[in-house]
């Protein structure tokens, strides 16, 4: 029996009902999407209820799950005199306990869901359905856009060093540390 503090154990989380419907949010649209794919031939009202999932999913992972399971917050403020935008990113105070559970579900579904969309973005291109590949792309943008937050938001580097713990792969840790600092670039070129 693995009793090690972090494992990948639903009965160990803090907050098993936001972590549930997080990871509900999370899956619905990408099964909305591929079942969609097999069993239905209505591109409007598929691409409809996987927007819709997707805000769902967007707005729970940056307002509810983000605070509740590791304490991080982010958000855009834009200044109504000149119009220039800031990310402003938050972390709990040091005297609040994450639990590791909690953390290691998301920060696992938070870099693997974007991983899955830009598979599916793979297999729309090479079957040639580009119509489908526009729910794809806002659905990786999406998913991008809140990892790559969380990401700045967590201000001692705890959501790499779990992912990487999660995934348990040897050299794919430096790859994913450069994807993510290039993302930030891209993402948050101007800084806080």
């Not at 090690?4 to 160990?12: D, H, K, S």
């Not at 591929?34 to 992972?61: E, H, K, R």
Request: charged share 15%; aromatic share 16%; glycine share 8%.
């Amino acid at each position: 029996m693995d009793t090690q503090p972090g494992a990948l154990r639903w009965r160990l989380s803090a907050h098993p009902l936001t972590l549930g419907f997080f990871l509900a949010f999370r899956l619905a649209s990408i099964l909305t999407y591929l079942f969609g794919l097999w069993f239905s031939s209505n591109f409007v009202l598929i691409f409809i209820i996987v927007i819709l999932l997707l805000a769902a999913d967007f707005y729970y992972c940056k307002n509810i799950a983000g605070r509740r399971l590791v304490g991080l917050r982010w958000w855009n403020e834009t200044n109504p005199e000149n119009g220039e935008q800031t990310w402003v990113f938050e972390s709990a105070d040091e005297t609040r306990q994450i639990n590791a559970t909690d953390s290691r579900f998301f920060w696992l579904t938070i870099y693997v869901v974007p991983l899955l969309w830009v598979f599916l973005a793979i297999i729309a291109i090479v079957r040639f359905e580009f119509i489908w590949l526009s729910l794809v792309v806002i659905a990786v943008i999406l998913c991008v856009t809140n990892g790559v937050a969380f990401s700045r938001a967590d201000k001692f580097g705890n959501a790499s060093s779990l992912a990487g713990s999660a995934l348990n792969s040897s050299g794919g840790g430096a790859v994913r540390m450069f994807a993510g600092n290039m993302a930030t670039r891209m993402f948050f070129s101007g800084g806080r």
